[in-house]
């Protein structure tokens, strides 16, 4: 008979490599969106063949932290290669307010920085599926590489997840 504590062990670990293939397997939708420079944009197509990181808010809450993801991302330099686009989830927002709420995102941000900046209005279920997004309340982040497999994914704040994403990337 197999003791219970080898056992557990055996069930966490195989979960865990069952995670991690799973986080390595996910395809990123082909969604069509829009900078927030009104450039149209499918993150498929613009993040393959280079290493990408991707941080998303699926609401006003969840979005005010990829700020600070799109700051750690760009000066750390173990990522400097890495693209980095911010994407703000708009579906369930009604349509006669997304002008509004695009302006305000806009305000006080680089052209450049709209460049990378986009919007999305449709697939919100695949791309929820895609982040693993359990509360709203908190940013999203992936880090893809060139191929397009997720390398790392979390949600919560940079400062605390940052380091795990830099330490994916090696």
């Known amino acids: 008979m197999i003791p219970h504590r080898v056992l557990a062990s055996a069930v966490s670990f195989a979960t865990q490599v069952a995670l991690a293939l799973a986080c390595g397997a996910q395809t990123m939708p082909g969604t069509a969106g829009e900078t927030l420079s009104g450039k149209h944009i499918v993150l498929a197509d613009a993040t393959r063949g280079h290493p990408t990181v991707l941080?998303?808010?699926?609401?006003?809450?969840?979005g005010n932290g990829t700020g600070p993801w799109v700051q750690a991302v760009r000066a750390d330099k173990a990522l400097a290669g890495a693209a980095v686009y911010q994407v703000a989830m708009l579906e369930g927002a009604p349509g006669?307010?997304?002008?509004?709420?695009?302006?305000?995102?806009?305000?006080?941000?680089?052209?450049?920085?709209?460049?990378?900046?986009?919007?999305?209005?449709q697939d919100e279920k695949l791309w929820r599926q895609f982040f693993e997004v359990t509360t709203d309340k908190e940013p999203y982040a992936?880090?893809?590489?060139?191929?397009?497999?997720?390398?790392?994914?979390?949600?919560?704040?940079?400062?605390?997840?940052?380091?795990l994403m830099k330490a994916a990337a090696k």
């Open 142 to 163: 992936a880090l893809i590489d060139a191929k397009g497999k997720v390398l790392w994914h979390g949600h919560g704040p940079a400062d605390r997840l940052e380091p």
């Open 96 to 121: 006669f307010i997304r002008g509004t709420i695009k302006n305000g995102m806009r305000k006080g941000m680089s052209a450049a920085d709209q460049d990378q900046f986009v919007v999305l209005v």
């Open 55 to 62: 941080v998303a808010g699926f609401s006003r809450e969840g």
